[in-house]
Nanobody
Framework: QVQLVESGGGLVQAGGSLGLSCAAS????????MGWFRQVPEKQRELVAV???????NYEDSVKDRFAISSDSAQNTVYLQMNSLNPADTAVYYC??????????WGKGTLVTVSS
């Protein structure tokens, strides 16, 4: 049974910073990609940032210069450092893992609220 456990969400003022982390546990086949998505009510879940096992990263345009994703492959952990937060970043943030054998896993989500 694979579990993704997120931590680090919360309330922050506009212009502030937060860090998220997600640890994957259980029997996981070779991880290809780890990342973060976010979702607000009545909208589709959207990609925020992902990192591949080879270290390549991809960011959603609005976060590209403010967020930084990193991972620790030995610990099956992915991090997201979020700086210069603004109210538009308010969402539930979901950790995501995909593996070489085609499995996809999601965390339960952590709420990030940015006040103006």
């Amino acid at each position: 049974q694979v579990q993704l456990v997120e931590s680090g969400g919360g309330l922050v003022q506009a212009g502030g910073s937060l860090g998220l982390s997600c640890a994957a546990s259980g029997t996981i086949f070779s991880i290809n990609v780890m990342g973060w998505f976010r979702q607000v009510p009545e909208k589709q879940r959207e990609l925020v940032a992902v990192v591949t096992s080879g270290g390549s990263t991809n960011y959603e345009d609005s976060v590209k210069d403010r967020f930084a994703i990193s991972s620790d492959s030995a610990q099956n952990t992915v991090y997201l450092q979020m700086n210069s937060l603004n109210p538009a970043d308010t969402a539930v943030y979901y950790c995501h893992v995909s593996t070489a054998n085609g499995m996809r896993y999601w965390g339960k989500g952590t709420l990030v609220t940015v006040s103006s």
